[in-house]
């Protein structure tokens, strides 16, 4: 059943996030993708992530049809203006790419092109806007397309830190999906009690629901983002838990799979990112029991 069908239905779904190469020896990624056939419904494809360069995401999710998996690329505005968003969902379409997620697009200053020039010519209620438009089979100037495409897109959700941020990100998202946004990422949080508080605003738009979880690779990097992360709610004891294990990259990945586990049974779905460690994706789904 694909990704479109099992979120229609009310199925969980399972998404992998995969980067793309800094190159173009595609090896690594197609080796990983081979590994996750038949485990996950689907495979998220960051485009230009942080601001640094690799091959984009449109290459990405062609290499992974070419695999047998469905890909869920990333669109947003901060490199492209609206000719070549229409230009690029035009060509996702052809390419058999039909999941999308619209996303704000993250700042470039810690990228390793730092002095690229930001476009945003189109907000990602925009953007949601054209696919709609593209969808009815006319471009933004109102002419007519010959073939129309079809994508089903949704849409991430900024981080929260609080009640209040939780209240306007849920009027947020509304807008979005009154604007034909189809189902809803989370961002990954560390304290389950306020992420399933998160989870049931978010149900109440009526739209699934996904929830996100990433692996802590380490101490240093549980420890950075305790600190300058506050919204992932990450707290002491998880950092001690890893620093105390005798391995502690399987106990990473038990507690990736302790917080799936505890997640899949509130959303309707659970996105996860190994960030780089797509190696790690078996053994986490394996410890999440999926």
């Not at 109440?204 to 990433?214: E, G, K, M």
């Not at 890893?242 to 799979?257: F, L, M, N, S, Y």
Request: hydrophobic fraction near 45%.
């Amino acid at each position: 059943m694909s990704f479109k069908a099992k979120l229609s239905s009310g199925e969980r779904v399972i998404l992998a996030e995969m980067d793309t190469p800094k190159g173009v020896d595609i090896s690594n990624m197609i080796s990983h993708a081979r590994f996750l056939k038949s485990r996950v419904d689907a495979v998220v494809l960051p485009d230009l992530d942080t601001g640094v360069m690799h091959l984009n995401a449109l290459a990405g999710g062609a290499i992974l049809t070419q695999q047998g998996l469905e890909p869920v690329i990333h669109v947003y505005g901060r490199d492209r203006n609206r000719m070549a968003l229409q230009g690029d969902l035009l060509a996702a379409h052809v390419l058999g790419i039909h999941n999308l997620m619209v996303v704000q697009g993250e700042e470039m200053i810690n990228g390793d092109h730092p002095d690229a020039k930001i476009v945003d010519d189109v907000d990602e209620l925009g953007i949601l806007k054209m696919i709609q438009t593209l969808m009815a089979g006319t471009d933004l100037a109102g002419f007519e397309l010959h073939g129309k495409p079809e994508f089903i897109p949704g849409i991430a959700v900024p981080p929260i830190a609080d009640e209040d941020q939780l209240t306007q990100a849920v009027a947020d998202a509304g807008a979005k999906i009154a604007a034909g946004a189809g189902y809803i990422v989370l961002q990954p949080v560390f304290d389950l009690d306020f992420y399933k508080k998160i989870i049931h605003a978010f149900s109440s738009l009526n739209v699934p629901v996904i929830a996100s979880v990433f692996l802590l690779k380490n101490v240093g990097m549980a420890r950075y983002i305790s600190i300058n992360d506050p919204t992932s709610r990450l707290s002491e004891d998880v950092i001690r838990r890893i620093r105390q294990a005798k391995d502690r990259d399987t106990e990473c990945v038990a507690i990736a799979g302790e917080m799936i586990r505890s997640l899949k049974e509130i959303s309707q779905g659970i996105k996860i990112s190994a960030l780089g460690w797509e190696d790690k994706l078996p053994a986490i789904l394996d410890s999440a029991g999926l």
